[in-house]
C-alpha cells in the first residue's frame, strides 16, 4: 500500500488537468493508496504512523522540493521509502533522482528501484539538498583539528546533494561527505575571488558577533551555533535509471 | 624543467581554500589541495598542494608534491616534487626528491634534494638553475 502527500498548492485550478492525469495512472499501475492533503492542521508523522500500521511500505510526495523536504523529517522518523512525483519542471531533486515530470514519474514509482542516500543533520533535525549561510557575519567553521574563519561579505553553502547543470557537476549523495563551499558575494574583487570547498562530514557552524541564520532546504530556518553533519540513517528513495549518481 | 602548473587545474582539486577565508589548525587532508587564502597551523595530504599567489602560509607543509607561487614560514618536505615560482617566498626548510626553480623567488632555509642535503643553499639552487638552463 502507498501514502500519498499531496502539497496544498495543488488545490490550485492550474494544477487539475495535471492531476487527473496523475491519479489516471496511478490507477492504470494499480498503486493505490491513502492521500494526505497537506495542510498546517494535518500531522504528517501521525498519517504516516497509522498508514504503515496499516501496511504502507512506500511514502510518495506529490508537490515540489520544498514539499519533499518538508515530508523527509517524518519519513525518516518513522523508516519508509520515499518517492517522488514532481510538478515543478525544474525540481532539482527529480533530476538527481532521474525522476520525470508530473504523471512521468509514475512509471519510474512503479519500476521501484530503491537505493540508499546520505541525509544530513542539522541540530538534529534532518534535510536533503543544502544548508545555506546568506550573509556571513564572522563566522566560524569548526571542521575535525581546525577552524575556518569567514569574514563578512560571503555565502557559505552546506551541500549535501546538488546538480548544477551549468557545470554538469553533482554533490555526490552516496560519498557521506558534504561539501562546504564559500564565495564572495560583494565588493569589486568578488568575480575574480576563488571559491573555497572542503569536504567533511562534521562541521560546527558559529558566528562571534550575533546570532545568524542558516536556512536548510529553503524551508526552514536555524541560528547558530548549528551542528551540522551525515546522520547515520539513510534515506531510502525510488529513482530512475535517469539518476545522477 | 620548471611547470607553470598554476590555480587553471582547479578543477581537479579536492580542496580549495579561497582567498576570503583564513584557516587555522592542524588540516590533515586528502587528495589535492590549493590554498589562495591564509593558513596558520600544520598542513598535510597525500596528493599535490598548490599554494596561490596572494595564499600566506605559516605551517608546515606535509604533502606528496607541491607548487609554491605564495607565501611560505615552515618547513616543506614532499615525497615528490616541488615546483617554485618566481613569486614564491619560502621562509623554512624544503625535503623533496626534485625540485625546480623560476628565477626570482626567495628562499631562506635548507634544502635537501633526493639524499643531499645542502648546508650551502644557494649553491644547489644555482646549481639546478644552470641544469635547467642546460649550462
Same mark, same amino acid.
Not at chain 1, 129 to 155: P, Q, Y
Not at chain 2, 1 to 12: A, L, R, S, Y
Given at each position: 500500500m502507498y501514502l500519498y502527500i499531496y502539497d496544498s498548492c495543488l488545490k490550485d485550478k492550474k494544477y487539475e488537468n495535471l492531476l487527473t492525469k496523475i491519479e489516471a495512472r496511478i490507477i492504470d499501475l494499480d498503486m493505490k493508496g491513502e492521500v494526505l492533503?497537506?495542510? $498546517? $492542521?494535518?500531522?504528517?508523522?501521525? *498519517?504516516?504512523?497509522?498508514?504503515?500500521?496499516?501496511?504502507?511500505?512506500?511514502?510518495?510526495?506529490?508537490?515540489?522540493?520544498?514539499?519533499?523536504? &518538508?515530508?523527509l523529517?517524518?519519513?525518516? $522518523?518513522?523508516?519508509?521509502?520515499?518517492?517522488?512525483?514532481?510538478?515543478?519542471?525544474?525540481?532539482?531533486?527529480?533530476?538527481?533522482?532521474?525522476?520525470p515530470y508530473g504523471d512521468l514519474a509514475c512509471a519510474i514509482i512503479g519500476g521501484r528501484i530503491v537505493e540508499k542516500i546520505d541525509i544530513g543533520k542539522i541540530n538534529n533535525k534532518f534535510f536533503l539538498?543544502?544548508? $545555506?549561510?546568506?550573509?556571513?557575519?564572522? &563566522?566560524?567553521?569548526?571542521?575535525?583539528? *581546525?577552524?575556518?574563519?569567514?569574514?563578512?561579505?560571503?555565502?557559505?553553502?552546506?551541500?549535501?546533494?546538488? *546538480?548544477?547543470?551549468e557545470n554538469f557537476s553533482i554533490s555526490n549523495p552516496t560519498d557521506g561527505l558534504f561539501e562546504i563551499f564559500i564565495e564572495k558575494t560583494g565588493?569589486?574583487?568578488?568575480?575574480?575571488?576563488?571559491?573555497?570547498?572542503?569536504?567533511?562530514?562534521?562541521?560546527?557552524? &558559529?558566528?562571534?558577533?550575533?546570532?545568524?541564520?542558516?536556512?536548510?532546504?529553503?524551508?526552514?530556518?536555524?541560528? &547558530?551555533?548549528a551542528q551540522i553533519s551525515t546522520a547515520k540513517e539513510k534515506l531510502n528513495i525510488i529513482v530512475g535509471s535517469n539518476r545522477k549518481f | 624543467?620548471?611547470?607553470?602548473?598554476?590555480?587553471?587545474?582547479?578543477?581537479?582539486?579536492e580542496t580549495i581554500i579561497g582567498e576570503s577565508v583564513i584557516l587555522e589548525g592542524e588540516f590533515n587532508g586528502h587528495g589535492n589541495i590549493v590554498i589562495e587564502g591564509k593558513l596558520t597551523g600544520n598542513l598535510s595530504t597525500d596528493g599535490h598542494v598548490l599554494i596561490g599567489e596572494r595564499a600566506e602560509i605559516t605551517a608546515n607543509i606535509k604533502a606528496g608534491s607541491a607548487f609554491i607561487s605564495g607565501k611560505v614560514i615552515g618547513n616543506i618536505t614532499l615525497s615528490d616534487s616541488i615546483d617554485i615560482a618566481?613569486?614564491?617566498?619560502?621562509?623554512?626548510?624544503?625535503?623533496?626528491?626534485?625540485?625546480?626553480?623560476?628565477?626570482?623567488?626567495?628562499i631562506n632555509g635548507r634544502i635537501s634534494i633526493g639524499s643531499k642535503i645542502s648546508e650551502t643553499p644557494k649553491k644547489i639552487l644555482k646549481q639546478e638553475i644552470l641544469k635547467e638552463r642546460g649550462e
Open positions: 492533503r497537506m495542510n $498546517l $492542521l494535518k500531522n504528517i508523522s501521525q *498519517f504516516l504512523k497509522d498508514g504503515i500500521k496499516k501496511g504502507a511500505h512506500t511514502v510518495i510526495v506529490i508537490g515540489d522540493d520544498k514539499t519533499f523536504s &518538508t515530508v523529517e517524518s519519513a525518516m $522518523l518513522e523508516n519508509i521509502v520515499m518517492g517522488y512525483i514532481p510538478i515543478d519542471k525544474k525540481s532539482k531533486f527529480a533530476q538527481i533522482f532521474g525522476i539538498g543544502s544548508v $545555506l549561510i546568506e550573509n556571513s557575519h564572522n &563566522t566560524e567553521l569548526k571542521i575535525d583539528e *581546525f577552524k575556518v574563519r569567514v569574514g563578512r561579505g560571503n555565502k557559505i553553502i552546506i551541500k549535501n546533494i546538488d *546538480f548544477e547543470e565588493g569589486f574583487m568578488s568575480k575574480n575571488s576563488k571559491h573555497t570547498l572542503i569536504k567533511t562530514n562534521e562541521v560546527m557552524v &558559529t558566528s562571534k558577533d550575533s546570532s545568524i541564520p542558516l536556512v536548510f532546504d529553503d524551508v526552514q530556518t536555524i541560528n &547558530t551555533p | 624543467m620548471f611547470k607553470k602548473e598554476g590555480p587553471q587545474n582547479i578543477k581537479n582539486m618566481k613569486t614564491a617566498n619560502i621562509q623554512g626548510d624544503i625535503k623533496a626528491n626534485s625540485i625546480a626553480v623560476e628565477s626570482g623567488c626567495q
